[in-house]
């Protein structure tokens, strides 16, 4: 019984390592090619290591501040409006609500 | 009372944000980050709010906890969402500004993740008001105090630990002429949180009491 058991589980084990290694050699296999294909991966340019003053990098290194502060003043115009936009909606939904169901009578003030 | 309660809103949002650029555009630009640090003006006012509305919404939820008083719990929801609103101009604008000042977008820094959990709590007092069912208002009260207990701390964070942001001491250095710009902005945004948390609270004592006609009509049907 216990032989059957062990040569059962001997046979799963088994079954499972060559799957696993199936799969490895299928993954593999295809990223190998792909490396031999590709042409060799360009050097980053040299590291400093010493600040570099912000007016003396490369005009190419450096990136341009407009559109960072456009779109930082245009996210934020567009959330508070749209927050206003929002508020008033469900302001108005609830007023009119407590309209329909109590004609007549004055929302309490807060 | 929608109408009469906006319209002075929105035109003065409308003007304040209309004019606030051209306040900003007069300032001068600071000598090492050049024309990015113009963020600053619409970065730090939000960033002062969040904070405020943080501890507004924690004050506000302990004085609930202690007289059970409706009004205070529709206060500190109104601060609550105000807070993440402000949070998320700060979590966009900062960003943007670390883009080019830095050269990333993020770091896990103390200020900076110290304000997203800040904003994470908001969001999950927010959520637990939302689905938390019967009692989550009680339950959200809790959650509010630590965010409170958290704001002094996003806020002095960055004397304490070495972090790529700056230092509390910025606000108090400003160069003069840098001054106007910025008090104009803080001001331009305090008068708008006050007014949403004046109206978002309005809108919660309204929910409030449609909540009871709806129970009381229940009542009568039986």
Same mark, same amino acid.
């Given at each position: 019984m216990t032989t059957t058991m062990t040569n059962i589980m001997m046979k799963r084990l088994r079954a499972a390592v060559g799957s696993l290694a199936l799969i490895v050699s299928l993954l593999i296999a295809p990223a190998t090619a792909l490396a031999q294909q590709s042409p060799a991966p360009a050097q980053p340019p040299a590291a400093t290591d010493q600040f570099v003053p912000m007016d003396e990098i490369p005009e190419q290194d450096k990136l341009p501040a407009a559109p960072y502060l456009i779109t930082a003043y245009a996210i934020v115009w567009l959330m508070l409006l749209f927050y206003v936009w929002s508020l008033w909606r469900r302001l108005q939904r609830v007023e009119d609500e407590l309209k329909r169901l109590a004609p007549g009578s004055s929302v309490a003030d807060h | 009372m929608t109408t009469r309660f906006f319209t002075p809103i929105i035109l003065l949002a409308s003007f304040m944000f209309a004019t606030a650029p051209l306040l900003v555009s007069q300032a001068p630009y600071e000598?090492?980050? %050049?024309?990015?640090?113009?963020?600053f003006y619409y970065h730090v006012p939000p960033a002062i709010l969040m904070l405020v509305s943080g501890v507004v919404c924690g004050v506000a939820s302990a004085r609930y906890l202690m007289t059970r008083q409706k009004r205070h719990d529709h206060t500190a929801v109104a601060a609550a969402e105000l807070s993440l609103i402000f949070g998320s101009i700060v979590l966009v604008t900062g960003p943007l500004w670390a883009r080019k000042a +830095? =050269?990333?977008? +993020?770091?896990?820094d103390v200020r900076l993740t110290s304000t997203l959990l800040l904003w994470m709590i908001f969001a999950a007092y927010l959520l637990l008001r939302r689905? =938390? %069912?019967? =009692?989550s208002d009680r339950l959200a009260a809790g959650v509010a105090i630590f965010g409170a207990a958290n704001s002094p701390f996003v806020y002095w964070s960055v004397n304490v630990w070495r972090t790529l942001h700056p230092k509390t001491s910025v606000i108090p250095t400003l160069a003069p002429s840098m001054r106007p710009a910025f008090y104009y902005c803080l001001f331009a945004f305090l008068l708008l949180y006050l007014v949403l948390l004046r109206a978002r609270s309005r809108l919660e004592a309204q929910r409030a009491l449609l909540d009871e006609i709806y129970l009381a009509r229940d009542d009568e049907d039986r």
């Open positions: - | 000598s090492t980050m %050049g024309m990015i640090q113009k963020i +830095w =050269g990333i977008y +993020w770091d896990w689905f =938390g %069912g019967p =009692g």
